[in-house]
């Protein structure tokens, strides 16, 4: 796909649908005719029904799973006959019949998630929240520049775009407070970021080095890690977040191949320190990505998150995670972290957009914010570049906040 352009598709691909021939993004879908969840290629305003076009079981399962336990080779070859398939008119009589349009599917979760880890690896982020948390402090703490910092989150808790937010509950103490209380979280906040996918599993004892992100890394996918500030504040020391992130990580129902982004790579910001030997990337292929982030609350666009100016890749983030030994599950889910940039509207949380709180976040309409509020809805897009002038989406992660519910 990055030689000559690729041939038209006899399919009418709307222009600037984001889900052209170089994309062809993996989602899991059913349909009011057909409610058994199965896997599908999102490609212009249709989904192709797996299921239909080929005789692979696996893209029956109701998850990608079995799909991306077969490997790299599998991968790559899958994608080599849809472009065929969507190009070669020869097909057409074949694969038109499993084309349902997206606006009658039912979007499922994915991927059945195995492990869930989130990293904190956008500079501009960890120094806001520094400065937030810690004014007159260092905003760095010692250890960020030397290794991707992050935490395990609840893989069970993980949800399709879409899925409702009930606002958590939970201990608070304010900085005022010799007590803590209890009671629903007060500084509900969003995390804009980018989540990969592991497809290939590794053994125990073996860590990945960098290089091989692409045989364990099916995909990309977005990703909104909701976050009650003042529930985590009172809990994270001196073991971390808890229950201030568990209750609910939301991810987009398409998944953007690895192979998809090749014309997005670029070259990692400098680096102010050296990595160590195994987090050195100096000399390896680059694995920064040109994705840009939009979020809208409640409609309104309020920030535009780069994600290019992440300090640490996702090679250097799955690298550290298996670096002890850790193994990796056909499944696994790692996310970048928030992403945000130098600019105020390229804060990728609502901590920061409102600066913990003491600046509120105007919007459109008249209204402010610091954090949310029961019935706000986010949405958060990406887009990256493609070869040949060609632009994929991501789609969107969506969440509209709940109240609080009752106690049993």
């Known amino acids: 796909m990055s030689g000559s352009p690729p041939a038209a598709s006899w399919l009418r691909i709307p222009s600037g649908s984001g889900f052209g021939l170089e994309n062809l993004p993996y989602g899991v879908f059913s349909t009011d005719g057909d409610d058994r969840p199965r896997s599908g290629v999102a490609i212009g305003d249709q989904i192709l029904d797996l299921t239909g076009v080929t005789v692979n079981p696996v893209h029956g399962t109701g998850s990608l799973n079995a799909f991306m336990a077969q490997g790299p ?13 969507l190009t070669d008119e020869r097909h057409r009589r074949r694969v038109e019949p499993h084309l349902v349009p997206r606006g009658e599917a039912r979007l ?42 992050g935490y395990h989150g609840r893989a069970g808790t993980v949800v399709v775009s879409g899925t409702p937010v009930t606002r958590p509950r ?8 010799d007590t803590p209380d209890f009671g629903p979280s007060q500084r509900l906040d969003i995390e804009a970021e980018i989540g990969f996918v592991v497809g290939s599993p590794s053994p125990a004892g073996r860590p990945v080095a960098l290089p091989d992100l692409p045989r364990h890394v099916f995909g990309v996918c977005l990703l909104n890690d909701w976050s009650a500030r003042d529930l985590q504040a009172w809990e994270y020391v001196p073991l971390g977040p808890f ?71 996702p090679a250097q983030q799955l690298a550290h ?12 889910l790692f996310a970048s972290g928030t992403v945000s940039g ?45 070869h040949h002038g060609e632009t994929l989406s991501f789609g969107e992660v969506t969440g509209r906040v709940q109240p609080a519910a009752a106690l049993a």
């Open 342 to 386: 130098p600019a105020r509207d390229q804060r990728g949380s609502l901590i920061e957009l409102s600066w913990g709180g003491r600046e509120p976040l105007e919007l459109p309409d008249g209204s402010v914010r610091m954090f949310l509020q029961d019935g706000d809805h986010v949405a958060i897009t990406a887009v990256a570049p493609g």
């Open 73 to 85: 080779r599998r991968w790559q070859a899958l994608r080599a006959d849809l472009v065929t398939w």
């Open 108 to 149: 499922h979760l994915p991927v059945e998630i195995a492990d869930y880890v989130d990293f904190y690896s956008s500079r501009d982020h960890a120094e806001n929240l520094g400065r937030i948390l810690r004014p007159g402090g260092a905003p760095l703490t010692p250890n960020w520049l030397h290794m991707p910092l």
């Open 243 to 313: 229950l201030g992130k568990s209750f609910l990580t939301s991810v987009s129902p398409w998944v953007v191949p690895l192979a998809a982004l090749e014309a997005a790579r670029i070259r990692p910001p400098r680096r102010e320190v050296t990595p160590l030997p195994y987090l050195d990337d100096a000399a390896a292929e680059p694995w920064g990505l040109d994705i840009q982030l939009e979020v809208r609350l409640n409609g309104h666009l309020v920030s535009r998150p780069p994600f290019r100016l992440m300090y640490w890749t």
């Open 321 to 332: 995670l298996t670096v002890n030994g850790a193994s990796l599950r056909t499944g696994d």
């Open 170 to 177: 939970g201990q608070r103490r304010g900085p005022a407070d």
